[in-house]
């Protein structure tokens, strides 16, 4: 199945294995230096957006010359490079899953920017399609109803976010259930684990992050 890999300007150190997402179909968008860290790793981005303040003129360069899709954004606008790089996600595939990587190690105002994108309006389509990864940790968000999460392979930790009130929050198949919580401000129910390979969770309003994580 396409997917589509976003990468952001977060340095490479933090990046999850790379491997599969090479071999499978992927449509890669590098976000202001994340198209340079592409080229870096030996992958092509389809697409390049940004204002790219934050590279060399032959950097851009190069980046204008290899990369067939360039969009160079003003350095004073109203969207961050991320945004705009979800926007051209949203555009190129209505239901391939959205991963963005290179989203955190960096600057806390970046990362908060970031974690927060599938609260706008315009982006709560494709939140439950959307995740952010780096090598310590899957970020996934869902919308009100009843959900399942798969565990994966390499992660010991489980946590669930309520960025808004969340009513309803009921656990199950975790180390620590919890039954009908009803959550009026945003709280972190963290460092949870799966009883088996797979947990299910439901609420009735508001939106909930899922992090599974491990320790370096």
């Not at 067939?68 to 555009?91: H, W």
Request: proline share 4%; glycine share 8%; aromatic share 12%.
């Amino acid at each position: 199945m396409k997917q589509i890999i976003i990468v952001a300007g977060g340095s490479p150190k933090y990046w999850p294995e790379m491997s599969s997402y090479k071999k499978n179909e992927t449509f890669w968008v590098g976000v202001d230096r994340g198209a340079w860290f592409l080229l870096e790793n030996g992958i092509t981005p389809d697409y390049a957006v940004g204002d790219f303040d934050s590279l060399s003129v032959e950097e851009f360069k190069t980046i204008s010359e290899v990369v067939s899709e360039v969009v160079k954004a003003p350095r004073e606008k109203d969207e961050t490079d991320t945004q705009l790089g979800l926007k051209i996600a949203m555009s190129e595939c209505d239901d391939c899953p959205i991963i963005l990587i290179g989203a955190t190690g960096g600057r806390m105002d970046h990362l908060m920017a970031n974690f927060w994108l599938m609260l706008e309006p315009r982006f709560q389509e494709i939140s439950q399609r959307f995740m952010i990864k780096d090598n310590q940790n899957s970020i996934t968000f869902y919308q009100s109803g009843s959900h399942v999460v798969e565990k994966e392979g390499d992660k010991d930790y489980l946590g669930f976010l309520c960025v808004t009130p969340v009513a309803d929050l009921t656990l199950r198949g975790v180390k620590y259930p919890l039954n009908n919580y009803q959550a009026a401000y945003p709280i972190s129910f963290a460092s949870n684990e799966f009883i088996e390979g797979y947990a299910n969770f439901e609420f009735s309003s508001g939106v909930v992050v899922v992090v599974q994580s491990k320790d370096k």
